[in-house]
């Protein structure tokens, strides 16, 4: 998608990423229709010890409940009319597919407006407010790689009167921290050593962050002063990356730690251990340049280092003919013309790929593609505020038809909205970060990965549930309605999913530690395990509705 790692790779690579996941999720949408559909025709008695009908029947009874909350604020359907859907044909029923098709392009349109024009514009504010690569990473840049998880949890909140955002986010947290992280490890050449202050910093303040997410959803209803409590620990994490360089000096000093600073060109740096990964910059050839030292530093500044080399070292790039006025200014440095590099190469998804694979997802994409373009300017240093603005209102605008979609099909499908948000949105926008984040692991950037995944977490726990829930009890308040006490969670589960992701990340973080803060291939497939765990204890406590 947009995070660090992912914008290390060319764009039309994170453009063919994007396309394959969507499609990858909405398949797995209908294999889960043929399986329920099945399932419900199948004589089973060769399977006495697997009831599939009564599993299904209490899929759907958990389902009906969810779906038909009170004042959901959607319109009918068009195919299958106002909920609930009751005793639909068969016939009628496989309609659903086109809302599959309809989320397969709602998540193509979503990541290509975050990719191009909500983290291009974030990119030009950055730099005209000449902010702190701390500070950015903190605030803007999370907002940039978070922005799907808000907005499904700002429709959830207001409109769909559900868990699908608290669930989407939750999901997606779980994602990141085992699958992305796991994958990783799991694809490296060799073990990876991680910088173990970011990571360390971002995790402990992250467990920090779900314990009291959990105190707060303990009874099921969040009130505006604990939504209030849950931002101002944000605004809490923004001054602790204000004076980050002063802690992670601290922190280096106890702990023996000895912080290495950028080499001179000349310089003879120690050879680096052949059985770890040292990072090297993408798409630089190095064969006559001595290797550099792994450089202590905040994962922040190594992507803002990365763009910058990027930049000098792209003898190749090609300026986009409608961002001439702005991003030529950009890669006018020392780069030159030719093929794509880094995240200041040819930006412009309305040219058609030279391969013939390309040319049909461009095609494919284009009903997603033409609106985007002719509607929303290229962020520049005079249009970045207009850019930023309009691709708010399209993500917006997109989330809230994935949301509605997914809702509609997992409805008919008898799947909870929880599990609907769990696994369908959550994957659907965090499988592109995974897939980058994969790709920049095998050239030795694994450690940018890895950090990014955690940070990027702690914007969705800490202002993308609290915000939609504040907004609420805003409107709620406006509306002179005195009897609202606050925002109700209807799933009993959340808690247990939250204090679950909880302790996994604490496992994560012991693990990471022992093993002297290295990533190692059975440490990652070990975590990539814990994720199918998740799963299935989702699956199972939804439909089997357990007391505690």
């Not at 025709?41 to 389902?63: H, K, M, P």
């Not at 809490?236 to 980050?244: E, S």
């Amino acid at each position: 998608r947009f995070s660090k790692a992912s914008r290390a790779l060319p764009p039309s690579t994170r453009r063919k990423i994007t396309f394959a996941s969507s499609i990858g999720v909405a398949s797995l949408i209908g294999v889960v229709f043929a399986v329920q559909e099945l399932c419900g025709s199948w004589n089973v008695t060769n399977f006495d010890e697997i009831d599939f009908d009564e599993f299904t029947r209490q899929l759907t009874e958990a389902n009906s409940s969810a779906v038909a909350a009170p004042g959901q604020l959607y319109p009918a359907d068009a195919i299958f009319g106002p909920l609930p859907y009751d005793n639909i044909p068969l016939g009628t029923r496989f309609a659903c597919i086109l809302h599959m098709i309809g989320i397969t392009y709602m998540l193509i349109g979503l990541n290509t407006v975050c990719d191009t024009y909500f983290a291009g514009s974030i990119d030009v504010l950055v730099e005209v407010w000449q902010m702190t690569p701390d500070v950015a990473g903190a605030t803007f840049m999370a907002a940039g790689g978070s922005m799907p998880e808000l907005f499904t949890s700002l429709i959830g909140a207001t409109i769909a009167m559900n868990d699908v955002g608290f669930g989407t986010i939750v999901g997606s947290a779980v994602f990141n921290v085992l699958f992305v992280i796991g994958l990783c490890g799991y694809v490296a050449k060799g073990n990876i050593d991680l910088t173990w202050w970011p990571l360390f910093r971002d995790c402990t303040y992250y467990i920090f962050a779900l314990a009291v997410l959990a105190a707060f959803t303990f009874n099921q209803l969040i009130q505006v002063w604990e939504a209030a409590i849950l931002f101002c620990l944000y605004l809490g994490y923004i001054v602790l990356m204000f004076f980050n360089s002063k802690l992670q000096a601290w922190a280096y000093a106890k702990a023996g730690t000895k912080k290495t600073a950028p080499e001179p060109e000349d310089s003879q740096p120690e050879a680096p251990s052949p059985s770890t990964v040292q990072p090297m910059p993408l798409g630089v050839d190095t064969k006559d340049e001595p290797t550099q030292p792994t450089i202590q530093t905040d994962n922040y500044v190594s992507d803002a280092k990365l763009k910058d080399e990027d930049v000098k070292t792209d003898a190749t790039a090609t300026t986009s003919p409608k961002a001439s006025d702005g991003d030529a200014k950009a890669t006018d440095g020392e780069g030159g013309e030719g093929e794509e590099g880094g995240d200041d190469d040819d930006d412009d998804f309305m040219v058609m790929p030279s391969d013939t694979m390309g040319k049909v997802m461009w095609a494919l994409c284009l009903p997603v593609y033409v609106p985007i373009y002719y509607t929303l300017p290229m962020p520049s240093e005079k249009l970045y505020w207009v850019s930023f603005l309009l691709a708010l209102i399209w993500i917006a605008g997109f989330s809230f038809l994935l949301v509605w979609w997914t809702e509609t099909v997992g409805a008919i499908i008898g799947v909870p909205t929880i599990l609907m948000g769990l696994t369908v949105i959550a994957a659907g926008t965090s499988i592109p970060d995974a897939v980058s984040s994969m790709a920049v692991a095998r050239e030795g950037q694994a450690d940018m990965a890895v950090s990014s995944s955690i940070g990027s977490n702690i914007f969705d726990i800490l202002v993308g549930l609290p915000v939609p829930w504040m907004l609420k009890c805003l409107i709620e308040a406006s509306s002179g309605n005195t009897s609202y006490e606050g925002v109700v969670v209807r799933s009993p589960y959340l808690v247990f999913y939250v204090v679950l992701l909880l302790g996994m990340v604490f496992a994560v973080v012991v693990c990471i530690h022992l093993s002297g803060w290295k990533l190692s291939k059975k440490l990652g497939t070990f975590m990539a395990v814990l994720y199918a765990v998740f799963l299935v204890l989702a699956i199972v406590v939804q439909a089997t509705e357990p007391t505690w």
